[in-house]
C-alpha cells in the first residue's frame, strides 16, 4: 500500500514539474554587508540544480555569481578559455583556467537581467574558437542567425527569421572555420567567413546551395562539402561554393561521388562521411546503419558480390555520437528507453585496408553518457554517471580513469589537457602525469561564511572550499568552520517575500534598517506569465474538450498513436527531458502492430487511453454505428493493451478523427468511458497531398508551434499525432515538441494528464 502511495505521489509531482520556478533561500548576511543566497532551478535534461551568489549591500550592491552549472561548456581554441553557459548566463575563464565571469556580451542574472526558464538557448562556436553562433530569438519558433567574432568584438547578422531550435542552431561548420552552411526554410544556404571580414557578403538568394536540411550535409577533412540529394552524394570544392549557388536552379555544381540505396529522408535519415572520403555511414530511418563505399560505378558488376556492414537498432534508440578516425575505426554511441530509464550502448567497427570488412561489434562498455575523441584520433574518452575513462582508440584498452561525479562535457585542451565540466565541479587533467586541479564548482551542497576569516564558504561533496575575491577562485580548505548563519547586521536585514507576478516564487528584500527603506535586492521579473481569462467557460463532463479556464495554469498535451511509429522514441525522450506525464491514446492497429512500444509508453509513466480498436471514419455512410459496435470496440482494444502491457486502459477514449455524437457518448458511458475531445486543432494531420484539396490549411511545423501557442488557453487539450500518416509532409510537429512545450513552460504552464485536467476541472 506505501509503494503505491509513494508512486502516486511521484507522478503528481512529475505532472506539476514545469521547469520555470526560482526559488531563493539560504540567506546569510556578514557583518560586512556581504550577502550570500542561493537561487535553486530545474533545467530540462540536467534536473535541479543551485547557484550561489553573493551580494555587496553597500555601494552599487554588486551581485557576483560564484558557482556555474555547465547546462553548456565549450573550449575556444582561438582564446584558450573555457565558456560555460546555463539559465543565468554566459561566462569565460581566463587563459590560465583559474577563474570564471560573466561574458556581458549575453544577458545575466548579475548583470541584472531575468534568470531564463526553459531549456537555454545554445551558443555554438567555431572549430578554431574564433566565432560563436547562435540563434538571437525573435518569437516562439524563429530567430535571427548571429555570428560573433571573439577578436574584433563584433556581431553580424548572418540571416533573419530562420527557424529556432533548442538544440542550437541548424548550421555547420566546415573543418578550417571559412565556411558555414545553415538551413532556412527547407532550403540550404552557405556563408563565407572570408567575405564577411572582406566586407563583401553576397545577398542570401546567391548563396543558396539547394534543397534540404542540416541533415543533407556533411564536411569532409579537405574542406570539401557531401550533399545528399535523393540517391546522390555530391562533393563540392568549398572555393566552388558560389558558383553552386549561382547557378543552383539549372546547373548542378559538383561531382556525384556515389550513390546510397535508398532516397534519403532529411527528418528521419542521418550520414557520415569517412575521413578519406570514399565511405559514407547511412542510418535510415534512424535505426538502419549502413557502411557503403562510394562509387558513381554501379551499373557493371566489378569484383565479387560483398556484404555491406549493418546495425539494426531498436526503435526506442537513437544515435548520440559517432566517432571515425583516420585509421577506419568507427564508433558508435546510441542512447534509447527501457523501463522509463535511459540505457545506452557502444558498437565499433575496424574497417582493414584490405579483405572483407566484419560487422560491427557491441563493446562491454555500460552507461556510456558520452564520447569524445582526442584531435589526433589517438584516443577517446568515455563519460560515466561515476567518472571519465581514458582508452586508447586503436585497441579500445584502458589507460586511466578519473573520478568524478556526473561528469557532462569532456573538452580536449590538447592532446595531454582535458578539461571535465560536470554537475559538481570542473576540472581540469593532466594525462601525462594523472594529476588535476579546480577550474570551478558548479553548485554548492551548503554554503556559509568561515568563522574565523569571514570568507565566503562552501560544502560539496563532503569537502570544504574558501573563496578568494582577489583571485575570484575557490580553493580547499581542511579546517574550517560555518560561522552561525545570520540576516541582519548593524545596518541591513535580509529576508524572503514571496511573488506571484512570474517564475520567479520568492524575492530577496533588503531592508536599510538605519536608512528606513526596503527594495528587492534585483529586479522584478519584467517578462511575466499570461493572465487568466477574466470569465470561465461551461466544461462538459460527458465531452470533455477542455478544463478550467480560471482555475490553473495547465494543459494537456495528448499524443494520437493510430498506426505509425515515427516520433515516438523522440517524444518520449522530450517527456523524459521535461518530466512531463503526458496522455497517449492507443489505437488498436498500433497495439497490434507495436505492442512493445506501447509498453514502454505505459511503463514510462504515461496516462493511456483508447483510441478505439479500429481506425476508420465514422461519419461513411457505409458503416452502421450503434452502441453495441462503439462498446465491442473499446472492449477489443483494452483486451489488446491488457495482452502487450499487462495493464488496464485508463477510462477515456475519443473516437477516429476526432467525431463525435451523442450515441456513441451514450454507448461509451454505459462502460464508464469519458470522451475526450479537444479545443485546439493543431492541423498536423494536414499533409502536402491535402493541402492541395484544402489550401491555407497546411503550415510548417515551426508556424504549428507558434499558432498553437497562440491559441492555447487555461485548461486546453492540445492533440500530436504520432508518426508520419499518409500523403507526407516537410516536417513535422512532433519533431518540434520541445519547442512547444518550451513556449507553455516560459508562459507559465504546467502540463498534466487529461485526468488530471478534469479533475481539477470538477
Not at 532529411?266 to 542510418?283: A, K, M, T, Y
Not at 568524478?404 to 560536470?422: F, M
Not at 484539396?693 to 497546411?698: E, M, R
Amino acid at each position: 500500500m506505501k509503494k503505491t502511495i509513494s508512486c502516486a505521489v511521484l507522478l503528481l509531482l512529475l505532472a506539476v514539474n514545469i521547469f520555470s520556478e526560482v526559488v531563493f533561500s539560504d540567506l546569510d548576511l556578514s557583518s560586512q554587508n556581504i550577502l550570500l543566497f542561493q537561487a535553486k532551478t530545474d533545467s530540462p535534461v540536467f534536473g535541479k540544480y543551485k547557484t550561489l551568489f553573493s551580494a555587496g549591500l553597500t555601494g552599487k550592491k554588486k551581485i557576483e555569481q560564484l558557482t556555474f552549472f555547465p547546462e553548456r561548456a565549450l573550449y575556444l581554441q582561438d582564446k584558450g578559455v573555457l565558456q560555460i553557459q546555463n539559465r543565468f548566463g554566459v561566462f569565460r575563464s581566463d587563459t590560465d583556467l583559474k577563474h570564471i565571469t560573466k561574458v556581458n556580451l549575453f544577458p545575466s542574472f548579475a548583470g541584472g537581467s531575468q534568470v531564463a526558464n526553459g531549456k537555454i538557448n545554445p551558443i555554438e562556436s567555431s572549430p578554431d574558437g574564433r566565432y560563436l553562433l547562435y540563434n538571437r530569438q525573435i518569437s516562439d519558433a524563429f530567430g535571427d542567425l548571429i555570428i560573433y567574432d571573439l577578436r574584433k568584438a563584433v556581431k553580424t547578422v548572418v540571416s533573419n527569421h530562420v527557424e529556432y531550435s533548442l538544440d542550437g542552431p541548424e548550421v555547420i561548420w566546415s573543418p578550417d572555420s571559412k565556411f558555414i552552411i545553415y538551413y532556412k526554410g527547407e532550403e540550404l544556404y552557405y556563408y563565407s567567413i572570408d567575405q564577411l571580414n572582406g566586407k563583401r557578403v553576397m545577398a542570401e538568394k546567391f548563396r543558396r546551395i539547394g534543397k534540404g536540411r542540416i541533415s543533407n550535409v556533411k564536411w569532409g577533412r579537405n574542406n570539401s562539402l557531401f550533399y545528399v540529394s535523393g540517391d546522390l552524394v555530391y562533393m563540392i570544392d568549398s572555393r566552388a561554393l558560389f558558383t553552386r549557388a549561382l547557378y543552383s536552379g539549372f546547373l548542378k555544381i559538383g561531382s556525384i561521388k556515389g550513390k546510397i540505396p535508398f532516397k534519403f529522408d532529411s527528418n528521419f535519415d542521418e550520414f557520415w562521411i569517412s575521413p578519406s572520403g570514399d565511405r559514407i555511414l547511412f542510418n535510415k530511418w534512424g535505426r538502419n546503419i549502413f557502411l557503403y563505399l562510394l562509387s558513381n560505378k554501379d551499373y557493371l558488376s566489378i569484383g565479387s558480390t560483398q556484404s555491406l556492414p549493418y546495425l539494426y537498432l531498436p526503435r526506442s534508440t537513437y544515435v548520440k555520437r559517432i566517432v571515425w578516425n583516420t585509421d577506419n575505426i568507427i564508433t558508435v554511441l546510441t542512447m534509447g528507453r527501457e523501463k522509463g530509464k535511459v540505457e545506452s550502448a557502444v558498437f565499433r567497427l575496424k574497417i582493414p585496408k584490405s579483405g572483407d570488412i566484419s560487422s560491427f561489434r557491441r563493446m562491454d562498455d555500460a552507461g556510456v553518457t558520452d564520447i569524445v575523441l582526442s584531435s589526433d584520433g589517438r584516443e577517446i574518452i568515455l563519460l560515466k554517471e561515476s567518472g571519465i575513462y581514458l582508452k586508447s582508440y586503436s585497441d579500445w584498452k584502458d589507460i586511466v580513469s578519473f573520478t568524478q561525479a556526473r561528469p557532462l562535457y569532456a573538452l580536449w585542451a590538447d592532446t595531454e589537457h582535458l578539461i571535465v565540466s560536470g554537475a559538481y565541479f570542473t576540472r581540469m587533467y593532466n594525462l601525462a602525469d594523472k594529476s588535476s586541479s579546480l577550474i570551478a564548482l558548479s553548485q554548492p551542497d551548503y554554503s556559509g561564511f568561515n568563522e574565523e576569516t569571514g570568507k565566503p564558504m562552501v560544502r560539496l561533496k563532503k569537502i570544504l572550499y574558501e573563496y578568494n575575491s582577489s583571485t575570484v577562485q575557490w580553493v580547499k580548505t581542511d579546517k574550517a568552520k560555518f560561522k552561525q548563519p545570520s540576516v541582519s547586521s548593524d545596518h541591513y536585514r535580509a529576508y524572503l517575500e514571496e511573488s506571484s507576478q512570474g517564475s520567479y516564487k520568492n524575492m530577496v528584500m533588503i531592508r536599510d534598517t538605519k536608512g528606513f527603506g526596503t527594495k528587492p535586492l534585483f529586479p522584478y521579473e519584467k517578462i511575466q506569465y499570461e493572465k487568466f481569462p477574466k470569465r470561465g467557460e461551461p466544461v462538459n463532463f460527458n465531452d470533455f474538450t477542455h478544463g478550467s479556464r480560471i482555475r490553473r495554469r495547465e494543459v494537456s498535451l495528448v499524443f494520437n498513436a493510430i498506426d505509425s511509429i515515427e516520433g515516438l522514441a523522440g517524444i518520449l525522450r522530450v517527456l523524459g527531458d521535461y518530466s512531463i506525464r503526458a496522455t497517449f491514446f492507443v489505437n488498436g492497429e498500433f497495439i497490434r502492430r507495436y505492442p512493445d512500444a506501447v509498453k514502454e509508453i505505459a511503463e514510462s509513466g504515461h496516462e493511456v487511453g483508447s483510441l478505439f480498436y479500429v481506425y476508420f471514419n465514422m461519419t461513411d455512410s457505409r458503416f452502421h454505428l450503434d452502441k453495441e459496435f462503439i462498446k465491442s470496440g473499446l472492449a477489443k482494444n483494452e483486451d489488446d493493451y491488457f495482452n502487450a502491457t499487462g495493464k488496464d486502459l485508463s477510462l477515456i477514449w475519443h473516437a477516429p478523427y476526432y467525431f463525435v455524437s451523442s450515441e456513441i457518448i451514450a454507448a461509451a458511458k454505459e462502460m464508464n468511458y469519458t470522451y475526450i475531445g479537444r479545443d485546439i486543432d493543431t492541423l498536423d494531420w494536414v499533409s502536402k497531398n491535402e493541402s492541395n484539396i484544402a489550401s491555407g490549411i497546411y503550415f510548417p511545423s515551426s508556424v504549428l508551434v507558434e499558432r498553437i501557442l497562440k491559441e492555447k488557453k487555461p485548461g486546453s487539450i492540445i492533440p500530436v499525432r504520432v508518426g508520419i500518416g499518409q500523403g507526407g509532409r516537410d516536417d513535422y510537429l512532433f519533431q518540434k515538441i520541445d519547442l512547444l512545450i518550451d513556449g507553455l513552460v516560459k508562459r507559465g504552464y504546467s502540463i498534466v494528464p487529461v485526468s488530471q485536467l478534469m479533475e481539477h476541472a470538477r
